[in-house]
């Protein structure tokens, strides 16, 4: 049987034009392990460990790995499989048959295999998996034989055509599940391990009748042609739907890595069984908690399974804390294997493991992806237990994921007296709060248009991705801590309940039902994802304390950065805040944000109302004291730091009502008639604000703005002053093109603050330094005349951005999606900084500017500057600080040390 199978691989081996580098199939096994020192890049990242546990003497089922270099050559080949690889993959078949005494097709001792993808980059669920490859009407007769065990080799193979239909055919899964519906009825059970041999062997004849009217064609007897067709579904599957979404979601997280992979590998592995009987069961697990980041094995395992129930969460598993219970001596070799790869890799480990007959087999081993709290504490311990030093734990820690540790959390009376629905598996930590949403269609559009909502699902398939990312929190009624759901909301930071039975999930009907209660998408709810709680209603949060581990990583963070860090703030409160967060100043303080609240809005608006320059001055005289105030505040809460504050930038119309209702409001707050409102407004409309009337234009238009600003900065450091506050404030001039602008307005900042000390009597020294915002292609062309008349530049990298792409960041979301999709972009410029184009000005900006001025003090202002990347690239063009908003400040100090270790 084995040479007439041989002879069938070698009569349906397909051709194709498609090129591929030489090495195109690694095998791995007792024979050989071929990939030793290929990269991870080449073989993926399970390819790659699949080849490292083989080598280090774990128990693996023998295969062979397809590089990510096929993938990328199919699809510049048009689809095609490179010339050879069908060759190549019969090669490292026969070898699996000969190693394992077991051939493909056979009917007394058939080989099967799966067939799984695997990126360089881990995409839990994302792409395409098949097992029980191999079996056909004469193998399945003969793997009972081999077995003695009718029921499983029926068992196995209609998973098999389900899995074959659905994957490679494209079969929905819906009719295969209505066929299975049926023989269930006939045989009067619920479960699937329920049916017996009998009714499994019709199910397989059921399944076969949906394959031929899902695709026209009988089910492939031929394993070598279900071999084939399978790399080239694994292959196909890279461009799903569901894993563009995912890498894109992950590029727009900062994750640039997975942007510039080129494809995924094929992983072909001999398969072991799970669902052999009781004494068989599959599992998966991480050999730390990823949640809370404790040292202990935190996983889930089914009896009589195959490894996709766990993933998929159809069945909710036992966790494998019970597993001793059952098999005492696979458990124990389970955790001496966790410390073997704990030994190895030096990391917390993602496995994969079935028991066949009591003996243990591991399927895959990769990095585990966790949230940021367990990030950081799994970083600290192995530090304390010598596996990495201190600066590998400060590499370590992803610098984004430190947003989890910012998170909210209930307030413990607030949760206490909430209304409980429910208590499902606390699958991924957080606190969520949103109405529920019943599909991902349905979570994306309420996402945009501006609702909280958490996605509540049976159990979530990687269909869910891009509902799952809108989300704040996600809820399912089946499946483990282990599932889909978990792990994707886990990487994500996002809350996640799991296996939550006492819900019963009506999608049509948008309604829930739970222990005789009735919640539909109209209703808010509340996820504790620490504790599993489902509560009604909105409950209470409260901001999280840094201490402990965080702080332990914030200080060796803080020991190799060579970056400081600045926060967006302009409040008092906000500054208190992001000093609690480490900042080491204020990089940048919107006044604009000063003027509208209440009391103060209406002298802004009476000041553009005036026709003249007197009547301007005098509601700027009403201003003063607020502006004073509040930098008096910020003064005192940054504590000596510095702080620098951009003057007025936005347009004067920014200030103004535009619709009747609000324009006939404030002409009576004002005393005067609607129509004067309108015609300002209309006076001040602009078709493109943006390139408008704002930044230094408004102060060279009305110098007074200027003054009234400046004179309050000063006399708030006066003030400071005689109260014992050290006070350094830092005044920049937005907008700047060209060095004129600059020139003539630091002459007028200069005289305002020397008018200001004499009107104070005060004839102490003031330590106040004047700088531009570089935020226009030409400042940064001309930066060596600029800096004749700066002590500073602050690069705001948002409207560089916009202007140098010439995109508008408030309408790119109409194309930026597909721009990214297709490659035009790998990433949100507005999120991460454009480093080619954006990215070569700033260079410029500080190498012309320190030309003139060595010293100059330079950094960036924008959102960039707490992205991790942009942090990064700021480190190396040698700027001296970033600036970002105050959460995101633990996150540019981490990033800063990042980039100074290498």
């Not at 774990?58 to 690889?85: H, Q, R, S, W």
């Not at 320190?850 to 330079?858: A, E, P, Y």
Request: with cysteine; glycine share 8%.
């Amino acid at each position: 049987m084995a040479k007439k199978a041989a002879s069938q691989r070698r009569a349906t081996a397909r051709r194709s034009s498609a090129a591929a580098s030489d090495k195109m199939v690694y095998y791995f096994g007792k024979t050989k392990t071929e990939g030793k020192k290929a990269t991870k890049a080449v073989l993926g990242g399970k390819g790659k460990n699949l080849a490292e546990m083989t080598s280090i003497g774990l128990p693996v089922p023998p295969g062979f790995t397809i590089t990510t270099e096929v993938c990328d050559a199919y699809y510049k080949a048009g689809k095609k499989l490179p010339n050879g690889l069908m060759d190549d993959v019969h090669k490292a078949v026969e070898l699996l048959e000969k190693e394992l005494k077991k051939s493909f097709g056979d009917d007394s001792n058939p080989l099967l295999v799966s067939v799984r993808s695997g990126a360089a980059v881990s995409m839990p669920g994302m792409m395409n998996t098949i097992l029980n490859l191999g079996l056909n009407d004469v193998a399945t007769e003969g793997l009972a034989k081999a077995t003695k065990n009718e029921r499983f080799a029926y068992d196995a193979y209609r998973r098999l055509i389900n899995m074959y239909g659905d994957v490679v055919m494209g079969i929905e899964h819906e009719a295969f599940e209505e066929a299975f519906t049926k023989i269930k009825k006939k045989y009067k059970v619920t479960e699937d391990t329920e049916v017996p041999a009998e009714g499994l062997k019709e199910l397989c004849d059921a399944y076969k009748a949906v394959y031929k009217k899902g695709c026209g064609e009988e089910f492939p007897q031929d394993p070598i042609t279900q071999l084939q067709l399978a790399i080239e579904a694994v292959f196909g599957s890279w461009n799903a739907d569901r894993a563009i979404s995912y890498r894109r979601i992950e590029a727009a997280k900062g994750n640039t890595e997975i942007a510039n992979l080129i494809g995924t590998a094929v992983n072909v592995q001999a398969m072991v069984y799970g669902n052999m009987g009781d004494d068989s069961g599959t599992g998966v697990g991480f050999t730390r908690d990823p949640n809370t980041g404790q040292n202990k094995f935190y996983g889930e395992f089914l009896v009589n399974a195959q490894g996709e129930d766990v993933v998929a969460g159809i069945r909710t598993p036992q966790p494998v804390s019970e597993m001793g219970k059952w098999d005492r001596k696979a458990h124990k070799e389970l955790m001496e294997i966790k410390k073997t790869l704990e030994d190895h890799y030096t990391d917390m480990q993602d496995i994969e493991f079935t028991i066949e007959k009591g003996k243990l087999f591991m399927l895959q081993t990769r990095t585990g992806k966790r949230n940021g709290i367990a990030a950081v504490k799994i970083a600290c311990d192995m530090v304390k237990e010598g596996l990495i030093d201190e600066k590998e734990a400060v590499r370590r820690v992803p610098a984004s994921d430190l947003t989890h540790c910012l998170l909210p959390s209930f307030k413990p009376t607030a949760r206490n007296a909430a209304d409980v629905l429910c208590r499902g598996l606390n699958a991924s930590p957080g606190a969520a709060v949103g109405k529920l949403a019943f599909t991902a269609e349905e979570a994306r559009s309420r996402f945009e248009a501006g609702e909280n909502v958490i996605l509540v699902r049976r159990e979530t398939s990687p269909e869910d991705v891009e509902g799952m990312s809108a989300a704040v929190g996600i809820l399912t009624s089946t499946g483990g801590a282990t599932s889909h759901a978990a792990v994707v909301a886990r990487g994500w930071g996002k809350c996640c309940v799991a296996g939550a039975g006492d819900i019963h999930i009506n999608e049509k009907a948008k309604k829930i039902t739970v222990n005789g209660r009735t919640l539909t998408d109209k209703d808010t709810i509340s996820l504790d994802g620490a504790t599993g709680e489902v509560m009604a209603g909105e409950v209470e949060t409260q901001e999280p304390k840094l201490a402990g581990d965080f702080a332990k990583l914030m200080t060796w963070a803080d020991k190799y950065r060579t970056l400081n860090i600045r926060t967006n703030a302009d409040s008092p409160a906000d500054s208190k805040r992001a000093r609690d967060f480490g900042a080491e100043g204020i990089g940048l303080c919107r006044t604009e944000h000063m003027f509208f609240e209440a009391d103060r809005i209406i002298h802004m608006r009476a000041m553009i109302l005036a026709e003249t320059e007197d009547d301007r001055r005098a509601a700027l005289k009403k201003l003063l004291p607020f502006q004073r105030k509040d930098f008096e505040g910020i003064f005192k809460a940054m504590k000596g730091l510095p702080v620098t504050v951009r003057l007025l930038d936005p347009p004067l119309h920014e200030f103004l009502p535009h619709d009747n209702s609000a324009q006939k409001e404030m002409a009576s707050e004002l005393g005067v008639k609607p129509a004067e409102i309108k015609k300002r407004a209309e006076a001040l409309h602009e078709s493109n604000p943006m390139l408008g009337h704002r930044g230094c234009r408004l102060s060279v238009t009305y110098p007074e703005i200027l003054e009234m600003q400046v004179q309050a900065i000063v006399e708030a450091a006066i003030n400071s002053a005689k109260k014992k506050i050290d006070a350094h404030p830092e005044i920049m001039i937005p907008l700047v093109g060209t060095s004129a602008e600059l020139r003539i307005l630091r002459e007028k900042v200069e005289e305002t603050i020397e008018a200001t000390k004499a009107a104070k009597k005060f004839d102490g020294k003031l330590d106040i330094k004047i700088g531009t915002m570089i935020e226009i292609p030409r400042a940064a062309l001309t930066a060596d005349e600029v800096a004749e008349y700066a002590d500073f530049f602050s690069f705001g990298t948002n409207d560089l951005t916009q202007m140098t792409f010439g995109y508008s960041r408030d309408d790119v979301g109409g194309f930026l999606p597909e721009y990214i999709e297709n490659k035009i972009l790998q990433i949100d410029p507005f999120q991460s900084i454009d480093q080619t184009g954006v990215g070569q000005l700033v260079s410029m900006g500080v190498e012309k500017g320190r030309s003139i001025k060595k010293n100059l003090k330079v950094g960036i202002c924008g959102e960039h500057g707490g992205d991790p990347q942009s942090v990064r690239f700021c480190h190396e063009v040698g700027l001296d600080y970033v600036s970002c908003s105050p959460f995101r400040v633990p996150i540019a100090r981490l990033a800063a040390a990042q980039a100074a270790l290498g």
